[in-house]
């Protein structure tokens, strides 16, 4: 059963796990529970969209995702996972901006996100809040996104949560 629905999953990228430039809070549980969801929407015909940023060191100062380095590669249990998602590359937090999200979105029908990943405070929800995000319904799900710390990700979903909704993913396809 085909779906208006479409999984966006942002930045789970390698420098946010242990080795990585910027390991984050809980970031392997989040990791799990957003392989979970990913294996749902797959059951349900979902497209799923793996956002990936990449910054050009000769444009931009970072000390992480530096394009061809270790840390800027999607991490590769979520690849494994979903061999077919379409990847957007972006440069900046909101994985609209300059990109060819909004595209993908049409070409497949969507008027649902799910977004997750990471970070919640940053990338994930400046995606969901997005002057572009408006065009959708958005759902943040809490238990697939994470920050530097669990003081940052609960502080973020507090405040995302006055402008979205926000669920665990467990309720997602009851």
């Known amino acids: 059963m085909a779906s208006n629905k479409a999984l966006v999953i942002i930045d789970v990228q390698n ?29 349900r015909q979902m497209p799923i969209i793996l956002v990936q940023h990449v910054v050009d ?3 931009q100062v970072s000390d992480i995702f530096n394009q061809g380095s270790y840390g800027v590669a999607i991490h590769p249990t979520l690849l494994e996972a979903a061999p077919n998602a379409t990847v957007v590359t972006k440069t900046r937090a909101d994985a ?18 799910l977004l997750c990943g990471m970070q919640t405070q940053n990338c994930v929800g400046l995606t969901g809040i997005s002057e572009s995000a408006k065009a959708y319904k958005v759902t943040l799900l809490a ?23 926000i669920v665990n993913s467990q309720l997602i396809f009851d």
């Not at 990585?20 to 929407?41: D, F, M, S």
């Open 15 to 43: 420098d946010y796990f242990p080795g990585g430039a910027l390991p984050l809070w809980n970031v392997n549980a989040t990791l799990q529970n957003i392989l979970k969801v990913a294996e749902q929407a797959k059951q």
């Open 57 to 59: 060191p000769t444009k």
């Open 96 to 113: 609209f901006w300059e990109t060819d999200l909004t595209e993908v979105l049409t070409r497949f029908g969507v008027s649902e996100l």
């Open 143 to 165: 238990d697939c996104m994470t920050a530097e710390t669990q003081h940052v990700h609960l502080f973020a979903l507090g405040g995302f949560g006055a402008l979205v909704p």
